[in-house]
């Protein structure tokens, strides 16, 4: 059944050995012949059931607003899903129908009716499962798993009663084998368990465990053995942000159950059976993953090497084996040959290929961006096992793309694959054409001062020589350590973490000290002894300039109060905004070195002598005019750059470095002083 809106699929036919893809997109549907063709089948627009082999319309179903369908094993059956919805007494619609594919010549359009009809709410596992011979199918309800015979849907042929079923599948193969999972429920352990249909009376094999939320079911191509990958939702130890994930295999005799031990911690990525139903691949671990192939037992037999993978498929006849990294990872794809001990035939650079299956003859991979997780670079390709591209089409919003299903007889595998390989097709060329060739890789950004050493191994990856990833569950917010690995930067202030250890020479409370002022002048510094010394000579003079009664335009104008002097410092200069800034900081550092970090100034060296700060004091004539006047005005400013020069000698003979500008102004001092005696001023 295919229309424009709908999921294009194909059942089998031998009346045609081609190998065939059909394709969706937004504007239609398509047929294409693969090698040696390459063209699309003629006939096949906007109909909804085509035989395959001819692309000629043999059938079309009165069914509307279909979001799923497919085909049963053998092709007989077709059957939709479309959106639960209520009829006319307010009852849930049969929105799952079973139809005939081929009906006889003489059923209309309108005459055709569905042999099954069921209600199926839930998308999620919406279709029926049917034994590959098509004898029985079934599907999963309350409690319960219903089975029908194929030629009567109407009627429940057989029941098997399981509380709290919530998945289950059937066994490919000759023997009717069928697997349950029930989740875990009031503390009781989730299990799978496999009967034998029709008798389901007791579980011929099962397997209990906890950490299972879901599960996946897949049964090797024989129906013999069980893999069970079983997932949790949230992982309580805090290693994955995706859950937990284990992975069981149980036979379906009873005879052999276990647990598959990985040795390397992280998520399991993909687990895949191998055709000959005698070994599996797991795709596991911390990035880069490790993929390793195990017997049906679930002994390893073969790892290959780690790198960013998380897709494992073996080809139809199990020969080839195809390793590969897809969705946020860059699109590679790894194959090697099994049959020569597992040689590594060639690595494809994919793109962003959001689908990826093997041809039915086993010699060709089909890839394809579909829509919507990518809506742009939307296209297929088709490249052969050796790694060449032989076929590429770019399309609008491709939906879907897929292989006709074929069995792996009809195509067989040759001796050797590589021999004759098909002759590309011109779209092949094409693109190739147009592709760049890529440059050297420069590797990974390195500062100047690290380039031409020998890269750190705990910046390399694993599987370049680094150091293995080791989680030992304590997230990094609890470990107080960055996204990079490092320690998280102190905050001045805060309160430090209880039992981290303090950098060397740093006092707790985030740096600042908490030891109480010392009252001895012995515990003081050189320097900061002299700055007392200035703060209390400075005053005295202002207890006595009190005492004296002055005037206001005579008093002493820089000493009336910290608060005037910083004021008056502040408009000294129109560009000294950063020289105020960093003055500041001095006078701050100066005075917390007096008065409560001592501890950090007695472990320096002596300090150079700091001249005597010049106290300016104006004494202005009883003649004077008003403190408006011109005369006092310049007096006034010229005592500012006379401190303004004081403060900045005592910061060069503190060993700080100062700007040309402000030496300049150093220097300015012996002008300034006569300018001064000029007005008049004696001081």
Known sequence: MAVPTQFACCSQNPKRQLTLVTDRTLKGIGIVDAAPVYEPLPGFQKVLVIDASVGFPIASLPAENVYELGFSPLGTHIITWQRPSKDENGDSSKNLKVWKTVESDETTEQERVAVGKFVQKSQTGWNLQYTSDEQFCARVVTNEVQFYKSGDLGTVWNKLRVEGVKDFAISPGKTHSVAVFIPEHKGQPAAVKVFNVPQFETPLSQKTFFKGDK???????????????????????????????????????????????????????????????????????????????????????????????????????????????????????????????????????????????????????????????????????????????????????????????????????????????????????????????????????????????????????????????????????????????????????????????????????????????????????????????????????????????????????????????????????????????????????????????????????????????IEVPIALSPDSNSQGSSHDKKIRGLLKKMRAIDDLKMRLAGGEKLEDTQMKKIATEEGVRGELEGLGWSG
């Open 215 to 613: 599960v996946q079911l897949k049964w090797n191509s024989l129906g013999t053995s069980l893999i069970v990958l079983a997932q949790t939702e949230v992982d309580k130890t805090g290693k994955s942000y995706y859950g937990e994930t284990t992975l069981y295999i149980l036979s379906a005799n009873g005879g052999f159950d276990s647990r598959i031990q990985l040795d390397r911690e992280g998520p399991i990525y993909d687990v895949s059976w191998s055709p000959n139903s005698k070994e599996f691949g797991v795709v596991y671990g911390q990035m880069p993953a490790k993929t390793t192939i195990f017997n049906v037992r679930a002994a390893a037999k073969h790892s290959f090497p780690l790198g960013p993978r998380n897709t494992i498929s073996f080809s139809p006849h199990g020969r080839f084996v195809l390793v590969a990294g897809f969705g946020n990872l860059a699109g590679q794809i790894d194959i090697y040959d099994l049959e020569k001990d597992y040689q590594k035939v060639t690595t494809i650079e994919g793109g962003n290929p959001s689908v990826c299956n093997w041809s039915p003859d086993g010699t060709c991979i089909l890839t394809a961006t579909t829509s919507p997780r990518l809506r742009v670079d939307n296209g297929i390709r088709i490249w052969h096992v050796g790694g060449g591209l032989m076929y590429n089409e770019d399309m609008v919003e491709l939906y879907h793309v897929t292989w006709r299903p074929q069995s792996p007889t009809t195509h067989p595998l040759p001796a050797n694959p590589f021999s004759s390989v098909p002759k590309p097709h011109s779209s092949a060329l094409a693109y190739l054409g147009t592709v760049k060739t890529p440059s050297k890789p420069v590797g990974a950004y390195r500062p100047p001062g690290a380039r031409g050493q020998v890269t750190p191994l705990h910046f390399k990856r694993e599987d370049e020589g680094g150091a293995a990833h080791i989680n030992n569950g304590v997230s990094s917010f609890a470990a107080n350590i960055n996204g990079m690995g490092r320690k998280k930067k102190d905050v001045p202030g805060s309160e430090p973490v209880a039992g981290e250890p303090l950098p060397p020479g740093a006092a707790p409370g985030g740096g600042v000290s908490l030891t109480p002022a010392p009252e001895s002048d012995e515990q003081l510094s050189k320097v900061a002894l002299k700055n007392k010394k200035r703060r209390e000579a400075k005053k005295m003079r202002e207890a006595e300039k009190a005492a004296s009664n002055l005037t206001p335009d005579a008093a002493f104008e820089p000493i009336q109060g910290a608060d005037r002097r910083v004021r008056s410092h502040s408009r000294t200069r129109s560009k000294g905004n950063l020289e105020n800034g960093t003055r500041s900081r001095n006078r701050s550092n100066n005075e917390s070195a007096a008065t409560g970090g001592a501890s950090h100034v007695t472990s320096a060296a002596p300090a150079p002598e700091v001249p005597e700060m």
